[in-house]
């Protein structure tokens, strides 16, 4: 189970919006690039403003937007013809990045640690080759929980929302990375695993 599974619904809520922008000229390729690119000053100015971990406000706000970003140039690459090779490559080295970027703050607040932090960042760009490796063996691109993208924002999410309102944290809140290392070993396995089946 995860999220991902919330996404049709998401994408419909949002399709006025991506007829609108696809109406103004503008491509999926642009709003991902765009994304990506706050992506990585969204995480680099929470680094810089610390100490002061009020700035964490910004990951959970903004990550909601870029889910919504992520669904719209989806929507303007399937059903306005702007599909490309281009655009596919995109789609994935630009989520990689940008996951890299939002998660890369917390290494540096209390009481997480910057191992465990790197664990799941490794994992969690390891999940998604998984993932995309489905179509090379002639399955789909597989989106397999339990801790999938939108899986892994809702957890970051929450994380900034608690260091931006109430920090510091207690020490057990740093059981959260090892939970989602675990979690992402697991959805790995079912990437794979499901991947096989779909073709045996």
Known sequence: MSLYTLKPQ?????????RSLAGFGITANQITIATSLVSIAAGAFVAMMLPDP????????????RMALNAIDGIMAREYGRESRLGTYLNELSDAV??????LPFALLSPFS??????????????????A?????GASRRFDGPMGKSDRAFVFGVLGFWAG???PLPEWAAL??????????LTILNRVWNGLREVD
Not at 10 to 18: D, E, G, I, K
Not at 133 to 137: K, R, T
């Open 10 to 18: 998401f994408q419909a809520s949002l399709r006025p919006v991506a």
């Open 54 to 65: 009020r700035w964490f406000l910004i990951i959970p706000a903004w990550m909601f937007v």
């Open 98 to 103: 940008s996951d890299a970027a939002l998660y």
């Open 114 to 131: 910057p191992l465990w932090v790197g664990i799941v960042i490794v994992l969690a760009l390891l999940s998604e080759y998984a993932g």
């Open 133 to 137: 490796l489905g179509p090379m063996i």
């Open 165 to 167: 309102l109430a920090a």
């Open 176 to 185: 959260a990375l090892p939970a989602m290392a675990f979690a992402l070993v």
